[in-house]
Nanobody, 115 residues
Framework: QVQLVESGGGLVQPGGSLRLSCAAS????????MGWYRQAPGKQRELVATITSAGHTNYADSVKGRVTISRGSAKNMMYLQMDSLQPGDTAVYYCLAVDRGANYWGQGTQVTVSS
């Protein structure tokens, strides 16, 4: 079992930056992949970025060049640095961990980009 808690969301103006954090607890040493997904009102949940235990990253085309995913030296932390935020980035952002074939989700953190 893996538990995930996101933090760092909030209200930011267009062009601004935010750093989201995801803290994992439980069976963290067998996590193969972690990632960030987001869900805007009335839309399906979509991929933002993922990172494997080996450090390989993958980004959605919509965020490439504006977003950086990383893991802390302590394996229980994951981050999402978001720059040049746009109103279209407004969504609830969810942390994902994949551990031995099971997907675990956090409760989400709201990101609102508005002037």
């Amino acid at each position: 079992q893996v538990q995930l808690v996101e933090s760092g969301g909030g209200l930011v103006q267009p062009g601004g930056s935010l750093r989201l954090s995801c803290a994992a607890s439980g069976s963290i040493f067998s996590i193969l992949l972690m990632g960030w997904y987001r869900q805007a009102p009335g839309k399906q949940r979509e991929l933002v970025a993922t990172i494997t235990s080996a450090g390989h990253t993958n980004y959605a085309d919509s965020v490439k060049g504006r977003v950086t995913i990383s893991r802390g030296s302590a394996k229980n932390m994951m981050y999402l640095q978001m720059d040049s935020l746009q109103p279209g980035d407004t969504a609830v952002y969810y942390c994902l961990a994949v551990d031995r074939g099971a997907n675990y989700w956090g409760q989400g953190t709201q990101v609102t980009v508005s002037s």
